[in-house]
């Protein structure tokens, strides 16, 4: 017989199969989705969405449920029009078809799309139709969009669940891989650095970076921080939608090229391509070094800071999923072998030798000083006191004396018998990043005494005058809206209250300002004291203002607030003015 070459076109029998034989899947999506937008839409009178805002009931469609509900179905219509590769009699029986490979390829790709973007167009046309009949024409875009959104959502899962599909050969490790490499990226990167806190002096947790390969999370964190006077494309997070969309063509490509040499007799294996088979290994084994070792150091050390701990643990975690995956791989219990046993070791150096590095600070990530070029803000925090520094409005000169903290702070270790206060300094970086550091600082008197101690220097930035009156008054341009006392000392209490607040007339407002302002000035305020953990103040003023809004906002101005606390040996000016007003009473009465 004249050999002839097999088409590579999509074949719409085995299309006409899939839609047939997998109907389950569309109709479950159809239904869920009727009973979620159509039908709300339609149940609810017009007279209350034009009210409430048709958006707040469409767009959350596109947003979190639509992740959710693409997610499971992605998964769902690959492993379905998918699951011949599974069984070698079936995947004899689909390539001994007259369709070559690229064509079969085409055709499963389509009819799998098909089992969601179908359904998606008919929601699409009904609630269309409900709200062109309720007299609705602000909805159209809202409903374009969230179609759009949603077949994006589509797009990329079900392509990411296709390149599963050809790396695996059965049903169960391709559920199992969709699930975990879904979220592997964020619980990684969370359990490295929580051990690399833990070991690394200096370090704190800070906002995850690698969050964009885990899509779900990156996709719901997204919609979270979106706020309504968005426009529908940044709502609906079509920037990132179309980063996925590109990302998922890319992934269905490289699955036609593993579809084309994946060999009929690897339906059942663990893994499907041969090359693979070591990397998956040594993924899984550390994936399971982090996760089971966490559990492991929760339980058993209980969280302590102990280098050995974490060794013990993590390698633990480690030899549990490496037996098993090479049990998986082998298809055996008989793993140890010379080579298992290598290999284990091997893997088990790397893991120590990460640790030792982690511990000893060998890339400087716990000594890391930003340069000044890098910094956009940046705040200190440290028993109770606080200073900012903004590029945009801050002296150079602050930033200098910033950073020649930080280097002293985490130059300084303080010894066991050491009685220590801590302090943590956030950056944001010009590239918007955000980078943490924590470090244990000496309040020895004699260390406050020295002016290159790192204490000495936190004293000198939180007690300057000019950064107390401009974090502790309100600014030139706020309006008053109203000053209260709050009297926690009895003896000083006009109503003989333990706990007591008054409001000060409107014509004491600049007086008393003016007496904050002088003892701020005189250096009487008290202010930052390294040596009390903890001080219940005599009295505090709390001062309420209004400030115009500087972006249009429509009621024109914000509110803010700031407090004092005052000991009954600080601020005289301040504390003689309240006792001759009448607001305070004297302790010797």
Known sequence: MRSKISSCKPSLPVMRKNFARYWPIWGSYLAIWLLILPLTLLREASEWIVARGINNLILPCGQHIGVVLSAIYGFLSAAAVWSYLYSHRSASLYHALPVGREGMFLSHVLSGLGLTVLPNAVIFLTSLLICVGRGLPGAIPL????????????????????????????LPTHAVFYAVLNLAAVVCET????????????????????????????????????????????????PMLLAYGVAGAVLLLLALLLYRKRDTERAGDVIAVPFLRPVAKYCFAFGCALVLGWI??????????????????????????????????????????????????????????????????????????????????????????????????????????????????????????????????DYTLSNGHRVSRTYEISRDAQDLADPTQPVSMMSRLFNDPDHLLDSLLPPEKAQLASISIYVNEENLSPHLDFYSYDYLDTKDFQPLLDAIRQDILAGDYGGWDPSADYRVPAYSVVIDYDLPETGGAVYGTRSDSCSLDFSRDEAPNTFALLQELGYLRRADR
Request: proline letters at 2%; one cysteine or more; aromatic letters at 12%.
């Open 143 to 170: 409903l374009l969009g969230w179609l759009g959104a949603v077949c994006l959502q589509n797009l990329f899962f079900f392509c990411f669940a296709t390149l599963l599909a050809m790396l695996t050969g059965n």
């Open 191 to 238: 359990l490295i650095r929580f051990f690399a806190t833990m070991l690394t002096y200096g370090l704190t947790n800070v906002d995850l970076r690698l969050v964009f390969l885990s899509p779900p999370v990156r996709m719901i964190r997204e919609y979270s921080y979106n706020y309504n006077d968005e426009g529908i494309g940044e709502l609906l997070g079509f």
């Open 296 to 425: 492991l150091h929760l339980m058993v050390f209980q969280n302590a800071q102990s280098l050995i701990g974490v060794m013990c643990s993590l390698l633990l975690g480690g030899l549990i999923g490496y037996l098993t995956a090479a049990m998986l791989l082998k298809k055996s219990f008989r793993v140890f072998d010379k080579k298992t046993v290598a290999g284990f070791c091997v893997f088990a150096l790397v893991i120590a030798s990460g640790l030792v590095c982690m511990k000893l600070d060998a890339f400087g990530a716990g000594r890391w000083v930003p340069g000044a070029d890098q910094v956009a803000t940046v705040s200190i925090y440290s028993n109770g006191g606080a200073y900012s520094w903004d590029a945009e409005s801050g002296d150079p000169g602050e930033l200098s004396d910033i950073l020649a903290l930080h280097r002293a702070a985490a130059a300084q270790r303080p010894q066991d018998d050491q009685d220590f206060i801590f302090c943590n300094i």
